[in-house]
């Protein structure tokens, strides 16, 4: 069953809805749910789920600004973006556009099959944006169970790697959040540089979340070259995030779960690859189990490693 996305549209004069029921006649997984301009009505049309709102502007009873302002306001309702359509101008009020929620000015006046491919890019768009890692600013888990699943459909050879960091989680307690997120963020930079030195315009990083990575590579023979471009860079790298005493001595002093020292090594890399034979025959959840077990076997190895064959 197709998970319907709520679509607001507050509009006093109604023309609009009727435009938008034509443009998303081909779109099922569209709700249009309107509700006039009465903040009483609008409270009860949103809700937490809301894709996003638009606005009728042309069609309020009142000035929009404050409708925007209210909205803006509520803060449970701000996941929501606002997209204003208007056939008076195509420029808001500069108090209207301070305010982060309205993403779009789109012309009312436009034929309906414009409006409809305007929409579109719009919902890419917002699309895109949700599925971005709010740190790294890289695509996320939905966005990267999707590209393996295009690539295993293609006849095309090519590689996945997953990149994760050895003692992460120890430096993250030791020397704050703070500088864990700057950590990542290297890391992040560390890998689409080496994919841009060496890789395809087409290839891909992702973030899964925390210190583990995704790249998809769509050249085998450009694999090993890529690992080892990452872990030079990140070797050279890393020592700018720890106090000198730390480097000098080669490990950070933390407590364990049982209040013991225990010394932690200065981080590594470890990149396990997986090829598109053996990906091709396994479901996309299966992948990701094979791809824990192989990092497993990985930091088993001190130090940076990349670890493309596991026969």
Same mark, same amino acid.
């Given at each position: ?14 023309? /609009? ?21 009465? /903040? ?143 950590? /990542? ?121 990349? /670890?493309?064959?596991?026969?």
């Amino acid at each position: 069953m197709i998970k319907k996305k709520n679509v607001v549209v507050i509009d006093d004069q109604g023309d /609009l809805l009727h435009l938008l029921t034509v443009s998303f006649i081909d779109n099922p997984t569209i709700q249009l749910v309107r509700t006039s301009s009465d /903040l009483d009505n609008v409270n009860q049309a949103l809700g937490l789920e809301d894709y996003f709102i638009i606005v009728n502007e042309e069609g309020l009873k009142n000035d929009i600004t404050p409708l925007v302002k209210r909205l803006h306001a509520r803060n449970r309702f701000t996941i929501a973006p606002i997209i204003v359509a208007t056939g008076k101008r195509y420029e808001l009020s500069e108090d209207v556009q301070k305010l982060v929620p309205v993403i779009s000015v789109i012309p009312k006046d436009v034929e309906t099959a414009r409006l409809g491919h305007h929409l579109s890019n719009i919902i890419d768009s917002i699309e895109s944006n949700r599925n971005l890692n709010a740190l790294s600013g890289l695509p996320g888990n939905s966005v990267i169970g999707r590209k393996i699943r295009d690539c295993k459909a293609a006849e095309k050879d090519f590689a996945v790697m997953y990149i994760d960091l050895d003692n992460f989680k120890e430096y993250n307690e030791y020397y704050g959040f703070y500088k864990g997120d700057q950590v /990542l963020l290297f890391l992040s930079h560390t890998l689409t540089a080496s994919m841009r030195e060496c890789g395809a315009e087409t290839d891909f990083v992702g973030h899964v979340g925390g210190d583990d990575f995704i790249m998809i590579l769509q050249h085998l023979d450009v694999v090993k070259e890529i690992g080892d471009r990452i872990i030079a860079h990140f070797d050279a790298g890393i020592s700018d995030f720890y106090a000198e005493k730390d480097l000098q001595n080669g490990f950070i002093e933390t407590r364990n779960r049982a209040g013991q020292l225990e010394r932690i090594n200065i981080m590594s890399i470890s990149i396990i690859v997986m090829y598109s034979d053996e990906i091709r025959s396994t479901p996309v959840n299966e992948v990701y189990k094979r791809m824990m077990l192989y990092k497993k076997r990985a930091k088993m190895v001190r130090g940076s490693v990349l /670890l493309k064959d596991f026969k």
